[in-house]
């Protein structure tokens, strides 16, 4: 029996004798299986407690996720969000990062409240899309910093409620 070039479907040949019952199995099989292994796969995972930045990258627990792909290629599209509050005024910056594989990708987002009262809070997000190479594991997880101009303090919090990281793998 012949198949088809790129997914490898069967298909009755000239030479093949008529068996219309084998060959609808055959190719109803054939395309259930490209279609497994294509769909798209999807996850999200929310900042597990409340956590204080501090100078160092640090991965933010509850938004680690892995995806199989069962094929050589995949593209994704991540959307990310962090609840910041500030708890200590100062002149401080929030940077939340994504990982693809253990790289930072960009755009990060980014909250610098300026030097207002404590207690000032917002919700800041980015989104970006990219490819993946190679059927296997693919991990995704979010990190997290505060920078600040030299002499200066100030502490912020990311809240749990709003923090957050969803991610759409798209096998190809």
């Not at 030479?15 to 999807?42: C, F, I, K, Y």
């Not at 930072?104 to 990219?130: E, F, H, I, K, Y």
């Amino acid at each position: 029996m012949a198949t088809t070039s790129i997914y490898g479907l069967p298909y009755q040949g000239l030479t093949d004798p008529p068996d219309g019952p084998n060959l609808s199995q055959q190719l109803a099989e054939g395309v259930e299986a490209v279609l497994v292994d294509r769909r798209p796969m999807r996850n999200s995972g929310a900042l597990s407690s409340l956590y204080t930045l501090t100078a160092s990258f640090t991965d933010l627990s509850g938004t680690s996720m892995t995806f199989n792909v069962p094929t050589s290629s995949a593209i994704y599209l991540a959307h990310w969000s962090a609840d910041c509050q500030l708890t200590t005024a100062g002149n401080v910056t929030a940077v939340i990062q994504l990982l693809v594989d253990g790289t930072a990708q960009s755009p990060q987002a980014l909250w610098n409240p300026g030097n207002v009262t404590n207690t000032a809070r917002a919700s800041v997000g980015n989104s970006t899309s990219g490819a993946l190479v190679g059927a296997g594991n693919h991990n995704f997880r979010l990190q997290a910093n505060r920078v600040f101009p030299s002499g200066t303090t100030g502490e912020i919090r990311l809240n749990n409620i709003h923090t957050q990281l969803s991610v759409l793998v798209i096998p190809l």
